[in-house]
């Protein structure tokens, strides 16, 4: 595991809405099931929440769903639809790894603790 120092936490906390953006797009964009699901919803709100988890409207995904939508109109071909992003999706996740291509993640002082009393034991 990789530590951040605070500019790389700001820089991530800068994209990673985006990054997860174009993650669900491919997603949907590339598996026609999902895809079908995820537009048969029309135009409707979408909202996500779990037991003991506030509900949260998802606008990342309605914004998907849009694209989608559009990327459809504009081609012939809707096997294609995720293929014009993908490459700078994937020169934007490689600026969240390491040259050795750990995660980036950040790591609390006392989790780094527990994690090591666990193994000792």
């Given amino acids: 595991m990789v530590m951040l120092n605070d500019e790389q936490i700001r820089e991530w906390n800068r994209k990673k809405f985006s990054l997860l953006e174009e993650m669900l797009y491919c997603k949907f964009s590339q598996n026609e099931e999902a895809r079908k ?20 409207r998802q606008v990342g995904l309605e914004r998907v769903r849009t694209r989608i939508r559009e990327a459809i109109n504009s081609s012939d071909d809707e096997e294609k639809v995720c293929s014009s992003s993908e490459s700078s999706s994937e020169e934007e996740v490689k600026n969240h790894d390491d040259e050795e291509g750990n995660d980036l993640k950040r790591k609390r002082p006392s989790e780094s603790k527990e994690n090591n009393n666990k193994r000792r034991k």
């Fill in 37 to 56: 699901v995820l537009l048969a919803t029309d135009n409707a709100e979408l909202w996500h929440g779990t037991r003991g988890v506030p509900k949260a």
